[in-house]
């Protein structure tokens, strides 16, 4: 019972220390380009991101570890990690560099991650499945908001 309450603590872990690097693209890089550049009317203000975002982490943690936790998949924790990977860069890629058109590149692989992983889960585990579904709406809003930016701008 302890080692798998470990591997929801390591999960948790690694899931919540891969976007640190993303999160110091954004504060460094952000401003004041992003003051500057043309912004659609449905973009929600700057606040709103962190509580977002710490819910999905939370989530798209707890649906991977119970799929772990039943199938002691590697594949699929690979595929996670890969997962988490192009999550952490999209900051980079968007805040950092300010290549507005890769980042959309970029979303565009985290959602495809996102569907392969929800449909490994949902044969394993229904409820990582519906675990996975607010990470797959933000993440499909925040194509449409990527988008927008990249043809505004």
């Known amino acids: 019972m302890k080692n798998k309450y470990l591997s929801l603590l390591i999960i948790l872990l690694i899931t919540f ?7 110091y693209a954004t504060t460094t890089f952000k ?5 500057q550049i043309i912004l659609p009317s449905f973009n ?3 606040w709103v991101f962190a509580p977002v975002w710490s819910t999905l982490y939370f989530l798209m943690s707890l649906a991977i570890w119970k799929v772990w936790i039943k199938s002691f998949e590697t594949k699929l924790l690979k595929i996670y990690l890969i997962h988490l990977f192009f999550n952490s ?11 507005i058109g890769i980042a959309l590149v970029n979303l565009v692989i985290i959602l495809i991650f996102i569907i392969i992983l929800m449909k490994e889960y ?4 229904k409820m990582s499945f519906y675990l996975m579904i607010p990470y797959l709406a933000w993440s499909s809003y925040a194509l449409i908001l990527n988008s927008s ?5």
Not at 31 to 35: D, G, L, Q, V
Not at 122 to 125: H, K, L
């Open 17 to 23: 220390i891969a976007p640190m690097i993303g999160s």
């Open 31 to 35: 401003e004041p380009w992003y003051s």
């Open 44 to 46: 929600p203000p700057s």
């Open 89 to 99: 860069t999209w900051s980079v890629v968007f805040f950092g560099f300010h290549l």
């Open 122 to 125: 949902f044969s394993i585990d």
């Open 149 to 153: 930016i990249f043809l505004l701008n």
